[in-house]
């Protein structure tokens, strides 16, 4: 490609051998009508199934349209987005699901914000088509993280999201060895704007994304950027101890007034534990904080690119995941 396309469409893939025909049939028709220069960087976060072997096939099929970066190994959604970021070369990028949940389609909406002059096109399901439980626990982070930072998001697990360029430059330049790309987009934005998409139930395969991982992200992005849920903390550490004093001071004048009791104990023993419980919950909280800082100051590479399929040419060095390896 000897110019900048209008358009980069960044898809990270993990195991997703069951939808990427499904992907491919949809997707190349929806940019094709889009009316504008575009490539499609698939970024295969060490995928252990067929789907590198299968994205090397998309390749030789629709080499000038098509890019594929190659990690190393699995390092983690947000990295493998990072690295798309890294290799685009797009005026407008904008991220999509490999899962197909987010309708190809649906990228003519953000373009069209994009050249209307946002910097940043969020965006939230119209109608989620997943189950209960993952739709009742987004709406209680949703609603605590408005609370506690300063990102305002509507709904922040939807992939399909719209940048400018500057802002991808400014995504990049940020060293945080752990982020959320959604929540630096709207910090850096200036003329950020959030749209209505459809959703889709997952084409085929299943979610990589676990109870336990949506907890560590979620909990990831509070601490990433806000310090509320150590200051809440602290304040009611100070309350707490308050609290106890008047308490101490409370037996003591029964003690002196009435003499040993032991029907309180019990009681006692409760309001020991439960603020014994505060103090191990605060002393993992701030284990958080260090643990983040402890993460930082390593300074290990977000990711790491075993090679790049592009402009027609194809590394050898990609059949080290083909079929006939993939199965031993």
């Not at 469409?9 to 575009?38: C, K, T």
């Not at 960087?41 to 994205?55: I, T």
Request: hydrophobic content about 45%.
């Amino acid at each position: 490609m000897s110019t900048s396309p209008k358009l980069s469409i960044v898809i990270p893939v993990y195991n997703e051998e069951d939808v990427l025909p499904q992907l491919f049939a949809r997707l190349y028709p929806a940019m094709d009508a889009l009316g504008a220069s575009y490539e499609i960087l698939f970024v295969d976060d060490g995928s252990r199934d067929r789907s590198v072997f299968m994205l090397k096939e998309q390749f030789q099929k629709r080499p000038h349209e098509t890019r594929c970066v190659i990690l190393q190994t699995n390092f983690g959604q947000h990295a493998a987005i990072l690295a798309g970021f890294e290799q685009s070369r797009g005026e407008y990028v904008v991220t999509l699901d490999a899962d197909l949940q987010n309708p190809p389609e649906e990228v003519r909406k953000l373009l069209h914000e994009l050249e209307s002059g946002s910097d940043y096109v969020g965006t939230y399901r119209a109608d989620r088509h997943d189950v209960f439980w993952r739709r009742a626990a987004s709406k209680i982070i949703n609603g605590i993280r408005e609370k506690i930072t300063p990102i305002k998001m509507t709904d922040h697990g939807c992939m399909l999201r719209g940048y400018a360029r500057p802002v991808v430059n400014a995504i990049l330049s940020t060293r945080e060895s752990v982020t959320f790309i959604p929540a630096l987009a709207a910090l850096y934005s200036a003329r950020p704007v959030e749209i209505e998409v459809a959703h889709e139930e997952r084409a085929a395969g299943v979610s990589k994304y676990s109870l336990r991982k949506l907890i560590r992200l979620n909990f990831d992005l509070m601490t990433g950027f806000s310090l509320v849920p150590l200051q809440i903390f602290s304040a009611s550490g100070v309350l707490l101890a308050f609290v106890s004093a008047v308490l101490f001071v409370l037996l003591a004048v029964r003690r002196i007034v009435l003499g040993p009791e032991a029907e309180g104990l019990f009681t006692l023993f409760a309001l020991v534990f439960f603020l014994l419980g505060i103090i191990l919950f605060g002393i993992g909280l701030l284990g958080e904080y260090v643990g983040r800082i402890y993460v930082q100051v390593r300074e290990r590479p977000r990711f790491l690119i075993a090679t790049v399929l592009e402009d027609g040419r194809l590394p050898s060095t990609v059949t080290r995941r083909d079929p006939e390896e993939a199965t031993r």
